[in-house]
Nanobody, 120 residues
Framework: QVQLVESGGGLVQPGGSLRLSCAAS????????MGWYHQAPGKQRELVAG???????NYADSVKGRFAISRDNAKNTMYLQMNSLEPEDTAVYYC??????????????WGQGTQVTVSS
């Protein structure tokens, strides 16, 4: 059974920083692309940043220059460093991974989400 577990969310003032982590565990053979998505109330879930297994990253225009995605392949862990946070960044942040598990083959997995609230 594969699990993705996010951590690091919370309440922060505008201009502040947070670092999210996503740890993948279980019978994993290989992880390909990983990504962070967010979903604000009443809105669709959308991509914030993605990263390939080799480290190539892409970002939503709204977070370019403020957020940085990274991964540690040895630990099956992905990070999102969020700086200069704005109230508009408030949302539930979800971890996503496209991976090959030993038992189930190639599938797409989601974490349970972590709340990020930017407010004074």
């Amino acid at each position: 059974q594969v699990q993705l577990v996010e951590s690091g969310g919370g309440l922060v003032q505008p201009g502040g920083s947070l670092r999210l982590s996503c740890a993948a565990s279980g019978s994993i053979f290989s992880i390909y692309t990983m990504g962070w998505y967010h979903q604000a109330p009443g809105k669709q879930r959308e991509l914030v940043a993605g990263i390939a297994s080799g480290g190539t990253a892409n970002y939503a225009d709204s977070v370019k220059g403020r957020f940085a995605i990274s991964r540690d392949n040895a630990k099956n862990t992905m990070y999102l460093q969020m700086n200069s946070l704005e109230p508009e960044d408030t949302a539930v942040y979800y971890c996503n991974a496209h991976l090959h598990s030993i038992n189930s083959g190639l599938n797409n997995y989601w974490g349970q989400g972590t709340q990020v609230t930017v407010s004074s």
